[in-house]
Structures are given as C-alpha cells and as structure tokens.
T-cell receptor, first 112, second 110 residues
Framework: ETGVTQSPTHLIKTRGQQVTLRCSSQ?????VSWYQQALGQGPQFIFQ???????GRGNFPPRFSGLQFPNYSSELNVNALELDDSALYLC???????????FGSGTRLTVV | DQQVKQNSPSLSVQEGRISILNCDYT??????FLWYKKYPAEGPTFLIS?????DKNEDGRFTVFLNKSAKHLSLHIVPSQPGDSAVYFC?????????FGTGTRLQVTL
C-alpha cells in the first residue's frame, strides 16, 4: 500500500462530543505525526508516535490523544470538542528518521 | 511564539521567470528545513529539504538556500510553471516534529 489515507474526509460534530480520526500509513512507516491546520495557518504539531510510543507532543491539551497500531494505522482522539477545534487534521508518516514526511489529504472537522 | 515565519502571504510570477519564496526562523535547534507544496483539498507534498549544516541543495527546478547567520532560507523555482501555483510552506525539523510557517500562495501567470 502506498501513500497515507485518512478517514473520514469531512466530519461535523457538536460541541462537547468526542471524535476519532483515522489514518492508514504507508507500509514500513513506523513514525506517524498528527497536525492541526486552522484556516489561513500552517499545520501545528499535535504529537508524534514511533513504534507505538508517543515521542513528542506539541502545545495541545490532554483531551487530544492518540494511538499507533502495529499495522501502520493510527488514531487521533479528541474529547470534549470545542468550537476552536474546527480545523483540518493532517496525518503524516515516515520511515524511521527519514527527513520527508508523507502527508494524507486530511480530515476537515467542523464543530458546531 | 512563531518560530518559523513566512512574511509574504502571496506572490505572483510570470511563467518562465524565477519564483523566490522566503522564510525566516528563530529557533537555532532545527536539524533541517523542508519545503512543502499544497494544493486545495490535498495534503502537503514534500518538495525539497536542506540540512542545517548545508547552505544549498538543488533538485531539478528547485533550489533551497540556507543563510544560518541571518536565520533565513529561500526556495528558488526556475523556470516557474503554471502547475507550480499552490501554497508553499517552509518548516523547521527536529527528531520529533516539524514547525511550519503560515505559507505563501504562489500564482504563476501565463
């Protein structure tokens, strides 16, 4: 399997709800990162996983959590959704410490 | 704390000419820098990178220059083509994350 696939592509949730976003990385890509991109901004780092362990976290509250699975898939979970969580969520993966990450097309989350 | 800045939100260049996109950074701890291109409704696509110990890297029509003393990097696209029209992000990288700028929208006109 090539590329990074994210699902769903679009999602509308209500404030206070919980959401799970999914990512399927390229085979062999044992490093996965999640980013939040607000309108008109660059992607902001949420966290990174390497071999199913979190090895980096950005300035996001604990209600943002993640999982990485042995089959190169991963999840981003957000609890107690707030209106400001509305954004494009991007998953990116790479093999080991390779420089270039491969990004998915993102999930557009709207919180109403 | 914006560690990576792209001060030009947009740039328009004629086809065939050189496009120069600029980026400034404040964090001296970046190990490398990258440029990504993004089309609407798609994820960012990796273009080119440069190690923090280099000052130039070239790949086809794309060249990235790094000026460490000025904490400045630039991406040169020569010659510019209409298909280059997109939003370009620079990013500083460490072992565990990328820090992106806010992007520059490049429009290549005929």
């Amino acid at each position: 399997e090539t590329g990074v696939t994210q699902s769903p592509t679009h999602l509308i949730k209500t404030r206070g709800q919980q959401v799970t976003l999914r990512c399927s990385s390229q085979s062999g890509h044992n490093t996965v990162s999640w980013y939040q991109q607000a309108l008109g901004q660059g992607p902001q780092f949420i966290f990174q996983y390497y071999r199913e362990e979190e090895n980096g976290r950005g300035n996001f509250p604990p209600r943002f959590s993640g999982l990485q699975f042995p089959n190169y898939s991963s999840e981003l979970n957000v609890n107690a959704l707030e209106l400001d969580d509305s954004a494009l969520y991007l998953c990116a993966s790479r093999f080991g410490t390779a420089v270039g990450y491969t990004f998915g097309s993102g999930t557009r989350l709207t919180v109403v | 704390d914006q560690q990576v800045k792209q001060n030009s939100p947009s740039l328009s260049v004629q086809e065939g000419r050189i496009s120069i996109l600029n980026c400034d950074y404040t964090n001296s701890m970046f190990d490398y820098f990258l440029w990504y291109k993004k089309y609407p409704a798609e994820g960012p696509t990796f273009l080119i990178s440069i190690s923090s110990i280099k000052d130039k890297n070239e790949d086809g029509r794309f060249t990235v220059f790094l000026n460490k003393s000025a904490k400045h990097l630039s991406l040169h696209i020569v010659p510019s083509q209409p298909g280059d029209s997109a939003v370009y992000f620079c990013a500083g990288g460490t072992a565990s994350k990328l820090t992106f700028g806010t992007g520059t929208r490049l429009q290549v006109t005929l």
